[in-house]
């Protein structure tokens, strides 16, 4: 694979960032995109998710940012907050090279009116739902009269969600000749369709299309009694961390208690969170706070975790494309993956597109460890304040280290959001820091802190 330096045009700065960041040689997908989208080409790119798609589509954003002009200049309209949250986070760290670039969110579950006095103070990358971007061009609190490129990422889900009718008005409110990039895991008919109203003379990128079969393996078992098969898989493989889908959100909620009645480290996410919780609860799983994450379909795009071992189809997914994407978040970049799927005996019909391509194995060849339970080695520390208040994760860990003694080794990932900081303590020190930082501050401010549970 190419490295980044064989970009045009790339400015020094941009490459120390990736490096700092551990981006080294591009991904397929970016060294097929990246030149032709800062040459001006639209683009029509089938790629599957964890390929580096973002990094595709965003690195040229940024460097062609002209962060003079406060005015919307790219708009990345993706199917999820959650895929809109991830998307900008990356974009952020890439972004930190350019001072001044300001890259705003927009979906629902936060008040419209606090969105709209971001807007007004300009923002240059805007990355929102539909709907969402809808609301505000209603309103006309957003104008787009100066984008200059359009993003659609995960479009194959945006049009099974129903949102051709409002992509395509949104793109009607742009200059004609502005750039527009397609990304879609699947290319179904409506793609084209769309494709052909929103694209010109697009250039054409496939890439890391079929899941491959050597990076995730795919095995389904039969059973009468899913949640004791459930505990039997976790008790046999004991991942580090797993992801486990359910159908209806009753389901994830029911099965999260029993989890955690089972004294399994557990959380859920599902579309009646408000996105608050939302956001923590991927924090807490990402962390290694919770080891289990149980979720509805709303994970399955838009969730950009390294290094997820199985993959449970707790619940049946209800067509292959939803499958592919369920178990797409496992096996990741390099890392290799198992996808497991349940069911019972009178769904067999159901489960044959999953058992032409997965291995079926008998519940009985398991080797389980009846005590073992998935617990996590870390809790969360929050401190209320972010980076409105300049915090860095430096800061933090050097008043741990430093001020309240705390060992490096016993501090994992640190999260910090605009109002909010997130760190990951091993369960020994919490609450000794909780106590410390009652009376020592961070940067000469004192902040109050507490358990994220």
């Known amino acids: 694979m190419a490295s980044f330096d064989t970009i045009q045009d790339i400015p020094a700065a941009l490459l120390e960032t990736l490096t700092i960041q551990g981006f080294t040689v591009m991904s397929e997908i970016q060294e097929k995109a990246i030149n032709p ?17 973002t990094l595709a589509f965003g690195l040229p954003s940024v460097m062609k940012t002209d962060t003079g002009l406060y005015k919307p200049q790219t708009i990345i309209i993706t199917p999820t907050r959650e895929l809109a949250e991830q998307i900008a986070i990356e974009l952020r760290k890439i972004a930190a090279y350019k001072p001044n670039l300001k890259i705003l969110t927009l979906y629902g579950g936060v008040p419209l009116r606090a969105q709209a006095e971001s807007l007004a103070k300009g923002a240059h990358i805007l990355i929102g739902t ?21 993003v659609l990422d995960e479009a194959d889900r945006m049009l099974d969600m129903g ?18 990039l397609l990304f879609s895991a699947t290319f179904p008919p409506p793609i084209e369709k769309l494709a052909k109203a929103l694209l010109k ?55 999260t208690e029993s989890l955690y009645k089972q004294h399994h480290s557990v959380i859920d996410i599902h579309g009646d969170l408000d996105q608050k919780d939302r956001n923590e609860s991927m924090i807490l799983f990402s962390n290694g706070s919770k080891r289990i994450l149980v979720a509805t379909d709303v994970a399955s795009r838009g969730l950009d975790i390294k290094n997820i071992e199985l993959v449970i189809n ?31 005996p009178v769904q067999s019909e159901k489960c044959d597109y999953i058992l032409s391509a997965a291995r079926k194995e008998e519940t009985k060849t398991l080797r389980v460890d009846a005590g073992f339970k998935m617990l996590s080695r870390y809790t969360t520390l929050c401190i209320n304040g972010g980076k409105k208040t300049k915090l860095r994760a430096g800061d933090i ?28 303590l091993e369960h020994s020190v919490a609450d000794t ?19 994220l549970n």
């Not at 949102?163 to 200059?175: H, L, Q, R, T, W």
């Not at 619940?315 to 799927?341: K, M, N, Q, V, W």
Request: a positive charge.
């Open 433 to 451: 820091v909780v106590g410390a930082l009652k009376k020592t501050p961070i940067k000469k401010k004192k902040y109050i802190s507490w358990i």
């Open 201 to 255: 003379h697009p250039l054409t990128l496939k890439v890391d299309t079929i899941l491959q079969s050597a990076k995730i393996d795919e095995i389904v078992y039969e059973t009468n009694d899913k949640f004791k098969t459930l505990i039997a898989l976790i008790q046999s493989y004991k991942p580090e961390s797993m992801l486990i889908f359910c159908n209806t959100k009753t389901e994830v909620i029911s099965l």
């Open 130 to 150: 539909p709907g969402r971007i809808q609301d505000h061009l209603a309103k006309e609190t957003l104008t787009l009269e100066n984008i200059k490129t359009l």
């Open 397 to 424: 860990l050097g008043t741990l280290c430093k001020e309240v003694g705390v060992e490096p080794q016993k501090i994992g990932k640190i999260h910090i959001s605009d109002t909010k900081s997130y760190i990951a």
């Open 163 to 180: 949102f051709y009718d409002e992509i395509v008005k949104i793109g009607s409110n742009m200059p004609k000749n502005k750039q527009t």
């Open 314 to 344: 707790y619940d049946l997914p209800f067509d292959s494309e939803i499958y592919t994407h369920r178990i797409g978040r496992t096996g990741r970049a390099d890392a290799t993956g198992t996808a497991i799927s349940l069911f019972m």
């Open 37 to 53: 989208i800062l040459e001006g080409n639209d683009i029509l790119a089938q790629s599957k998710t964890g390929s580096g798609k």
